[in-house]
């Protein structure tokens, strides 16, 4: 609803904003897709075992909502196979059958980046900044940047399964649910917010020993390149991401102003192989995606990026036929300035009213005696001053009060 729809807007064109200004070109995935291409995210996955909107259609096709937006890239690359780099972003809904609460939505939006095509880390030091200064710009400071390397394939194997073990020695201590999560993906068990199961993930083994020498070679350039650039982060080895497909970079946006079961405003890695599981040729790929729902809750126990007011610039009141009225509305937009108007050939007095409730800056009202003349009185509903003058001078006139317009006339 308004006005909360359009700080949303506003988040994504900050967005759309940063990340065209390094190059990235916007992509609209399919809202829905063949189950097939989420299924590649991982069966170890909630999002995929227990999440999905999923449905046969009229064709007997078995189809999924997007629970995100990577798989749909990498399904879309892999079918029409741009050239790379491929730099892309994009906005909009995904779907999850989750335990809905604050912060946690079944339809959440998320805005984020994906480059396909390169292995170069100082792009996963592109990536992981353009997603901290977006952050910066938009006002959030109480936000921590985690990051961690899961290492390559063979690496991230060797590691699940010393986890299995070491879990599996401490199993009888783990709570219920982390000895669920355990049959199911060991790495999800260090995701584990329980109080019973703090002291054994604090010992568990850490992937660093784990890494082979090209993934931790490349670690240490993402860390480094983060340094050159001052940008503040803290290596947390505990960092395992919800979805299957990450090797090496993953990182983290965390808000310190919301409540740790849902203080991710956005998270993102690398994903060298989806793109293969998707029948494509063998592309790295890296990207983010932030949650807009939820940053903007942190936005607001920061008082930060504020809804702002609209803007209207002039309220046309005419009370003679609604005619001029419509003629100088047309002219106006054209000119580039914001303007509402009455309609219904309401009284003066309510379509005052309504021009105050629009927050115009003037109303510029139409009488017998203005229609007569080819005049129209312009008030400043800020300072009340009023003047009269030919409706030809109104664009320049309004110029002088608000500001000028950049034009957006039809073309021709
Ligand atoms: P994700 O961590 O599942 O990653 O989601 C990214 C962000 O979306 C989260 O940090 C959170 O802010 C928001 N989010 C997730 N689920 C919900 C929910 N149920 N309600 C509200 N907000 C939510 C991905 O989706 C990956 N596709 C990110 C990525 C892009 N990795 C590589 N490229």
Redesign the pocket.
């Known amino acids: 609803m308004p006005p909360d729809a359009r700080r949303w807007r506003r988040f994504t064109s900050v967005f759309a904003d940063t990340v065209e200004a390094a190059g990235y070109e916007c992509i609209i995935p399919p809202m829905f897709e063949e189950i097939g291409v989420f299924q590649r995210l991982g069966d170890a996955t909630d999002?995929v075992t227990k999440e999905m909107y999923d449905f046969i259609d009229k064709g007997d096709r078995h189809l999924a909502l997007r629970?995100?937006?990577?798989?749909s890239v990498c399904r879309a690359f892999a079918e029409h196979r741009p050239i790379v780099p491929w730099k892309v972003w994009y906005s909009g809904s995904?779907f999850?059958y989750?335990k809905?609460q604050a912060?946690?939505?079944?339809q959440?939006?998320?805005v984020?980046?994906?480059v396909l095509g390169v292995d170069d880390a100082l792009l996963d030091v592109e990536v992981i900044v353009l997603g901290w200064e977006f952050f910066q710009r938009v006002g959030l400071r109480d936000l921590t940047l985690m990051v961690n390397s899961l290492g390559d394939a063979g690496d991230r194997d060797r590691y699940v399964s010393a986890l299995r073990d070491y879990f599996n020695q401490h199993r009888d201590a783990l709570s219920e649910e982390a000895q669920v999560t355990l049959e199911r993906n060991p790495l999800r068990v260090l995701d584990s917010k329980r109080d019973a199961d703090r002291n054994i993930i604090n010992n568990a083994p850490t992937i660093a020993s784990f890494l082979s020498d090209d993934a931790a070679a490349h670690f240490t350039q993402v860390c480094q390149g983060l340094t050159s650039l001052d940008v503040p982060f803290v290596v947390n080895e505990r960092l395992v991401?919800?979805?299957d497909?990450?090797r090496r970079t993953t990182f983290?946006?965390v808000s310190g102003a919301l409540s740790s079961a849902?203080n991710?405003?956005?998270?993102?890695?690398?994903?060298d192989g989806l793109v293969e599981d998707l029948g494509g040729p063998a592309t790295p790929?890296?990207?983010?995606?932030?949650?807009?729902?939820?940053?903007l809750l942190a936005c607001d126990a920061e008082g930060v990026f504020a809804e702002g007011a609209g803007i209207i610039d002039a309220f046309i009141i005419d009370v003679v036929d609604g005619q001029t009225a419509l003629s100088l509305t047309t002219s106006l937009r054209h000119a580039g300035f914001v303007v509402d108007r009455g309609f219904d050939g309401r009284s003066m007095k309510s379509q005052m009213k309504a021009a105050d409730r629009a927050g115009s800056r003037c109303a510029v009202i139409i009488g017998g005696d203005e229609h007569a003349a080819g005049t129209c009185t312009v008030r400043d509903l800020t300072t009340s001053e009023q003047i009269t003058i030919q409706q030809s001078e109104l664009a320049n006139h309004l110029a002088t009060v608000v500001g000028s317009r950049t034009p957006r006339r039809p073309s021709s």
Request: aromatic share 14%; net charge neutral.
């Open positions: 999002v629970p995100e937006h990577t798989a995904n999850r989750e809905a912060g946690r939505y079944r959440f939006d998320q984020g980046v994906e991401r919800g979805l497909y990450y983290e946006y849902q991710a405003v956005g998270g993102g890695g690398r994903y790929g890296i990207g983010f995606a932030l949650g807009v729902d939820r940053s």
